[in-house]
Antibody
Framework: EVQLLESGGGLVQPGGSLRLSCAASGFTLSTYAMSWVRQAPGKGLEWVSASSGSGGSTYYVDSVKGRFTISRDNSKNTLYLQMNSLRAEDTAIYYC???????????????WGQGTLVTVSS | QSALTQPASVSGSPGQSITVSCTGTSSDVGGHNFVSWYQQHPGKAPKVILYDVSNRPSGVSNRFSGSKSGNTASLTISGLQVEDEAEYYCSSYSSSSSLGVFGTGTQVTVL
């Protein structure tokens, strides 16, 4: 069964850092582009970042550019999101999701993980 | 990277058909067929129900259909059922920014 399992969320102070992980099972991570999507409490979905299958190409929404880094360890079948200089507005559930293709772009994200909650507060 | 525009809410009675619109620009919705729709029940992760404007993934009911005209995409749910009550989001790729973008979301209520 194809599954994604996020971890690493938690409470962090403004200006702090967190690293999220997304463990993939049932498929080979290196053959798919992957994305991170977030959802602030009671709000809509926001696409955050994408990585090509090799990890050689990465993309970010402007609000996280320079602060967040998407990466992957294909040998561990795991995707990461390193989040630095966190702000209150980064508070959200963070989902990882698989694309159909090796390369970005794509619009079909399937499956999604269950999400991990990041709370930025003092 | 502005969100695509959707109505905040749409409602219908069981068995009826409803349509949810998603308006973007020529750089996203109107520029290609990378348009998808996601269904999200409370406390759950989103689930893709349509991709490439009108294609349904395996296992998704054929009561869900999609179309596009110009810069506006549409999701139609026919034979509305109680379990269709959820939040629906459209999504597109933006060729001007090379980024993904979601719609503002539409709460579908079954009366």
């Amino acid at each position: 069964e194809v599954q994604l399992l996020e971890s690493g969320g938690g409470l962090v102070q403004p200006g702090g850092s967190l690293r999220l992980s997304c463990a993939a099972s049932g498929f080979t991570l290196s053959t798919y582009a992957m994305s991170w999507v977030r959802q602030a409490p009671g709000k809509g979905l926001e696409w955050v970042s994408a990585s090509s299958g090799s990890g050689g190409s990465t993309y970010y929404v402007d609000s996280v550019k320079g602060r967040f880094t998407i990466s992957r360890d294909n040998s561990k079948n795991t995707l990461y999101l390193q989040m630095n200089s966190l702000r209150a507005e980064d508070t959200a559930i963070y989902y990882c999701a698989r694309s159909r293709f090796l390369e970005w772009p794509d619009n079909c994200f399937d499956p999604w993980g269950q999400g991990t909650l990041v709370t930025v507060s003092s | 990277q502005s969100a695509l525009t959707q109505p905040a809410s749409v409602s219908g009675s069981p068995g009826q058909s409803i349509t949810v619109s998603c308006t973007g620009t020529s750089s996203d919705v109107g520029g290609h067929n990378f348009v998808s729709w996601y269904q999200q029940h409370p406390g759950k992760a989103p689930k893709v129900i349509l991709y490439d404007v009108s294609n349904r993934p395996s296992g998704v009911s054929n009561r869900f259909s999609g179309s596009k005209s110009g810069n506006t995409a549409s999701l139609t749910i026919s034979g509305l059922q109680v379990e269709d009550e959820a939040e629906y989001y459209c999504s597109s790729y933006s060729s001007s920014s090379s980024l993904g973008v979601f719609g503002t979301g539409t709460q579908v209520t079954v009366l």
